[in-house]
């Protein structure tokens, strides 16, 4: 089993930068692809990016591509996702989820684990 806590998230101004981490437990975390998304009042969850277990490959929203990054430290078994030029619409709660066999990396039912997530505030 493994357990996510995201951290990072707070109230910015558009065109700023922040990074969110996602800190997963067990030894076994470095075997696990990682997807971030993120959930508005009164919408859906929205993928945003997704990375796979080592980190060879990465999947981006098109909302997103360009200015967000994604990226990992297995041996610190963080997933990172780092926001540049952060626009109102990027306002939302980020969760990071965590699954071993991933097909379609924009799906949140494919996914098993969840972290409690983390607000990001953009103000204009």
């Known amino acids: 089993q493994v357990q996510l806590a995201e951290s990072g998230g707070e109230l910015v101004q558009a065109g700023d930068s922040l990074r969110l981490s996602c800190a997963g437990s067990?030894?076994?975390?470095?075997?696990?692809?990682v997807g971030w998304f993120r959930q508005a009042p009164g919408k859906k969850r929205e993928f945003v990016a997704s990375i796979d277990y080592k980190g060879d490959s990465t999947y981006y929203a098109d909302s997103v591509k360009g200015r967000f990054t994604i990226s990992r430290d297995n041996f610190k078994n963080t997933v990172y996702l780092q926001m540049n030029s952060l626009k109102p619409e990027d306002t939302a709660v980020y969760y990071c989820?965590?699954?071993?066999?991933?097909?379609?990396?924009?799906?949140?039912?494919?996914?098993?684990?969840w972290g409690q997530g983390t607000q990001v505030t953009v103000s204009s």
């Open positions: 067990g030894r076994t975390f470095g075997s696990y692809a």
């Open positions: 989820g965590a699954g071993r066999l991933i097909f379609n990396w924009r799906d949140p039912e494919e996914y098993d684990y």
